[in-house]
């Protein structure tokens, strides 16, 4: 068998699992019972006006967000390769079926790079990876600031010492792990000459300097507040009376405590929602002194968000996943 029919089965295979292996893990989620349970409650929200108006504003929110991913990979991969904007956003809808289907989302890059016809596999890998990068980064410093403010407001830490020895070490973190990010060519100088596949593959980061490290950053940081108050709109659509301030700094948390946690995104709503709930209950607990009874209404609204946010673009990538050609013949082989 010649290498074109062999990769066409290749490719036909590897998009037959990923498609199957979506649609059952889709169905097992949705099919759930704590789902349709909450399906009760959400039928009485449907009687309320201004329940349906925000819940429309945060559907429409999500091409939005999306967009804007591929906005941002669209200029990340245009020092090496123009790419027209449907084309980057079918490639984002792709790479969030796969990514869905990994833990902690680490697949994104896989239904990207294989829509490229310029860039290598890893060269496109890494350079995916540098927006993957700014928006972990967007991630930690916005919910570093976030926990810097309940420290303060929450005295949990026994003793003001033990408070600003713990900012200084996250403060010293933070300072590392953006250091390296606007330094991330400096992996070049880190991989040995002499291995030269994988440093010609490498050097492509060499052209990301500040000014376009800066850019992916503001397209990262753009997308963080679009998706955050997508969740802030949920919870203030289910009633819960938290100031405005107060509900973005609760959702930063919640999203800095999910993103280090092991995860699959297709499968994790019971998880997100009980983060949420335990994070809103520490804070009602403290600045209203009671016992937190909303929690059935916050799982709904981090429900709402995973179903959105997740499990739409999911659905969607399937469409793409068909088009992937995860093999490819080098010009010249037969």
Known sequence: MDKAKLYKY????????????????????????????YSDILENYFQNPR?????????????INWSIEALKWKYIVSSREEISFPLALKAIFAGATV???????????????????????????????????????????????????????????GSLDKLYLLLAVSTLFLIIIIFLYYKISVLIQIV????????????VLSKYKYPELSIILSYSLLRYFVFSSQFVLMIWAVGLPIPII???LLVSTIFII?????????????????????????????????????????????TLIWFINIIIPAIIGLLFIKDMKFFKLRKGNT
Do not use: C
């Open 10 to 37: 290749y490719n036909i295979g590897i998009r037959s699992t990923i498609i199957i292996v979506a649609l059952v893990l889709l169905y097992r989620e949705l099919s759930n019972k704590n789902i349709s349970e």
């Open 51 to 63: 329940f349906l108006w925000v819940l429309g504003i945060v559907i429409l929110l999500m091409p």
């Open 99 to 157: 990514s869905s289907l990994s833990p902690n989302r680490v697949g994104d890059f896989l239904g990207r790079v294989f829509v490229l016809k310029k860039i290598s596999f890893l060269q496109g890998a890494f350079i995916t990876l540098i927006g993957s990068y700014a928006q972990t980064l967007i991630s930690i410093i916005v919910g570093f600031l976030a926990i810097v403010f309940w420290a303060f407001k929450i005295p949990y830490w």
């Open 192 to 203: 040995p000459q002499k291995w030269k596949r994988i440093y010609g593959y490498i050097q």
């Open 246 to 248: 107060h509900l973005y």
């Open 258 to 302: 999910n993103m280090f946690r092991p995860s699959i995104a297709l499968v994790e709503f019971a998880i997100r929602g009980a983060v949420s709930v335990g994070v809103i209950s520490a804070y009602y607990t403290h600045f209203f002194g009671i016992e937190f009874l909303l929690s059935v209404d916050i799982i709904l609204a981090s």
